[in-house]
């Protein structure tokens, strides 16, 4: 097995760097009974506030309670500005694609995008070429998943332009850690982020159609309880003070879509959705799915209704397409990546498949429309069985699949069972898309647990931490 380093966020060899020096003293004066009892009381606040996820196909009681780590992760305000910067970056040239592709498509004539990848893939709605949404904003939620690798080495793992789930976690985590360690807050500067909900909120009003009149009503639309994100649409639904709706809440009627109440028919003007394209309106998309709107996207696209993020936006999340986001920055913006993606394999090209075979116990290997960490080989921590069969699901569709060299993952202390210990960790920030593009200082860190792993997802055994970047 190759050994890899790892960059300590916390200490520099023995010594505890400056954004760590106001929780030294309070990890070393917390008894290991006091540690557990707050671990405890943590978890009993998770399960009372009813803090879930889903996870199907493995029997018993699908919903489990995230794991949550006490030990928060800290960036410095000038570490922050740099990640703002990028993302932001990042976030405009992902619209900007969108708007091309489902428009002229320059970027495939200019050669800089193969057309298959754009035009081929399942992601792309053809329901919605030609249409521009309010402001040309598409993915109006973008969640960008970021390693560190080393003091000053970030890069984007993943962007995520459809329905990007967690923001609750990083709220939730916020306020119980606020709640059990007041004295923290006290004696640190930290960054707020609660308010995201009414920045979310401010976001989806500047979006509203061209026909909405007065003061934008928006909803959240949920596939329903049995979805696994399903606490945090009604979460959001309840802090953003909008209805949370499920498809046959609504109905179409004329030019206009509208809510059912106790009080009779109320239009809608934004529908923050939280389900996938193929179930936003079975007139136009499955025509089995009980769970849109009959009628809605053609409201959609006579400028009745808006819906954020837009129907087609994954296309520009597709992992292959990832491959060209730093092109998308250089060719709509007329800048350089401030981000840098992690270098990728795609091995549909000749070359990448054969260096990607010669190397497999070396390196990730990625379904391209996979997530969750599922169907992915972390290969130096694979047996050579498992890497085997990995390489006959590969040749057996080369396309399917993306690479990329094992990272040196940072790592945050992190409370576990013998005290404090190193764990690898990641940050998705969510970035908010309307008249502005803006993000709270702070966002979503996720933590593999299981000692030496490198997989954070929380239906791979991860938990969450809150996160801080402290005030100048």
């Not at 409201?299 to 491959?323: F, L, M, N, W």
């Given at each position: 097995?190759?050994?890899?380093?790892?960059?300590?966020?916390?200490?520099?060899?023995?010594?505890?760097?400056?954004?760590?020096?106001?929780?030294?003293?309070?990890?070393?004066?917390?008894?290991?009974?006091?540690?557990?009892?707050?671990?405890?009381?943590?978890?009993?606040?998770?399960?009372?506030?009813?803090?879930?996820?889903?996870?199907?196909?493995?029997?018993?009681?699908?919903?489990?309670?995230?794991?949550?780590?006490?030990?928060?992760?800290?960036?410095?305000?000038?570490?922050?500005?740099?990640?703002?910067?990028?993302?932001?970056?990042?976030?405009?040239?992902?619209?900007?694609?969108?708007?091309?592709?489902?428009?002229?498509?320059?970027?495939?004539?200019?050669?800089?995008?193969?057309?298959?990848?754009?035009?081929?893939?399942?992601?792309?709605?053809?329901?919605?070429?030609?249409?521009?949404?309010?402001?040309?904003?598409?993915?109006?939620?973008?969640?960008?998943?970021?390693?560190?690798?080393?003091?000053?080495?970030?890069?984007?793992?993943?962007?995520?332009?459809?329905?990007?789930?967690?923001?609750?976690?990083?709220?939730?985590?916020?306020?119980?850690?606020?709640?059990?360690?007041?004295?923290?807050?006290?004696?640190?500067?930290?960054?707020?982020?609660?308010?995201?909900?009414?920045?979310?909120?401010?976001?989806?009003?500047?979006?509203?159609?061209?026909?909405?009149?007065?003061?934008?009503?928006?909803?959240?639309?949920?596939?329903?309880?049995?979805?696994?994100?399903?606490?945090?649409?009604?979460?959001?639904?309840?802090?953003?003070?909008?209805?949370l709706v499920e498809g046959a809440d609504l109905f179409v009627e004329g030019e206009f879509v509208y809510m059912r109440t106790t009080e009779g028919p109320?239009?809608?003007?934004?529908?923050?959705?939280?389900?996938?394209?193929?179930?936003?309106?079975?007139?136009?998309?499955?025509?089995?799915?009980?769970?849109?709107?009959?009628?809605?996207?053609?409201?959609?696209?006579?400028?009745?209704?808006?819906?954020?993020?837009?129907?087609?936006?994954?296309?520009?999340?597709?992992?292959?397409?990832?491959?060209?986001?730093?092109?998308?920055?250089?060719?709509?913006?007329?800048?350089?990546?401030?981000?840098?993606?992690?270098?990728?394999?795609?091995?549909?090209?000749?070359?990448?498949?054969?260096?990607?075979?010669?190397?497999?116990?070396?390196?990730?290997?990625?379904?391209?429309?996979?997530?969750?960490?599922?169907?992915?080989?972390?290969?130096?921590?694979?047996?050579?069985?498992?890497?085997?069969?990995?390489?006959?699901?590969?040749?057996?569709?080369?396309?399917?699949?993306?690479?990329?060299?094992?990272?040196?993952?940072?790592?945050?202390?992190?409370?576990?069972?013998?005290?404090?210990?190193?764990?690898?960790?990641?940050?998705?920030?969510?970035?908010?898309?309307?008249?502005?593009?803006?993000?709270?200082?702070?966002?979503?860190?996720?933590?593999?647990?299981?000692?030496?792993?490198?997989?954070?997802?929380?239906?791979?055994?991860?938990?969450?931490?809150?996160?801080?970047?402290?005030?100048?």
């Amino acid at each position: 097995m190759r050994v890899l380093m790892y960059y300590n966020e916390m200490l520099d060899g023995t010594k505890v760097r400056e954004a760590y020096a106001g929780l030294s003293d309070w990890v070393d004066q917390m008894p290991a009974e006091i540690r557990q009892m707050k671990q405890a009381e943590a978890e009993a606040l998770f399960r009372r506030i009813g803090i879930t996820f889903a996870v199907y196909g493995e029997g018993g009681d699908p919903d489990r309670l995230i794991p949550f780590d006490m030990m928060p992760r800290i960036f410095t305000q000038s570490e922050w500005r740099r990640l703002e910067r990028g993302i932001k970056q990042r976030a405009r040239a992902l619209n900007a694609f969108l708007r091309d592709v489902y428009g002229r498509g320059e970027i495939v004539r200019a050669g800089r995008i193969p057309a298959r990848l754009v035009y081929q893939n399942d992601a792309y709605e053809k329901a919605v070429v030609g249409f521009v949404p309010p402001r040309g904003v598409y993915s109006h939620i973008i969640g960008i998943d970021l390693v560190r690798t080393g003091r000053d080495e970030f890069f984007v793992l993943e962007d995520n332009c459809r329905t990007p789930s967690g923001v609750s976690y990083m709220l939730e985590n916020r306020e119980i850690m606020m709640r059990m360690f007041p004295e923290l807050f006290r004696g640190n500067r930290i960054e707020p982020v609660d308010g995201y909900p009414d920045l979310l909120r401010r976001t989806l009003e500047t979006v509203a159609p061209a026909k909405c009149q007065g003061r934008p009503r928006v909803v959240i639309l949920t596939p329903g309880h049995f979805n696994s994100a399903y606490y945090e649409h009604s979460f959001l639904a309840n802090l953003m003070g909008v209805e949370l709706v499920e498809g046959a809440d609504l109905f179409v009627e004329g030019e206009f879509v509208y809510m059912r109440t106790t009080e009779g028919p109320k239009r809608v003007d934004v529908i923050y959705r939280r389900l996938d394209d193929a179930f936003i309106d079975p007139l136009t998309f499955r025509r089995d799915s009980m769970l849109g709107v009959p009628g809605l996207m053609d409201v959609y696209r006579s400028g009745g209704v808006s819906i954020c993020s837009a129907p087609g936006a994954g296309v520009a999340d597709d992992k292959a397409i990832y491959t060209f986001v730093p092109e998308m920055v250089r060719f709509y913006l007329g800048e350089e990546p401030i981000l840098k993606n992690v270098d990728t394999w795609t091995l549909w090209k000749d070359d990448d498949f054969k260096y990607v075979m010669d190397n497999l116990g070396d390196l990730v290997v990625k379904e391209v429309h996979g997530s969750g960490g599922y169907g992915m080989l972390v290969g130096p921590r694979s047996t050579k069985a498992e890497i085997e069969e990995f390489r006959q699901r590969i040749k057996a569709n080369p396309s399917n699949y993306i690479a990329q060299p094992t990272l040196s993952l940072s790592t945050c202390p992190t409370f576990v069972n013998e005290g404090v210990a190193p764990r690898h960790v990641d940050l998705r920030p969510f970035c908010l898309c309307g008249e502005r593009i803006e993000l709270v200082p702070g966002g979503l860190t996720r933590v593999a647990l299981k000692e030496g792993s490198l997989v954070v997802n929380s239906s791979q055994g991860g938990g969450v931490k809150d996160t801080w970047v402290l005030s100048e």
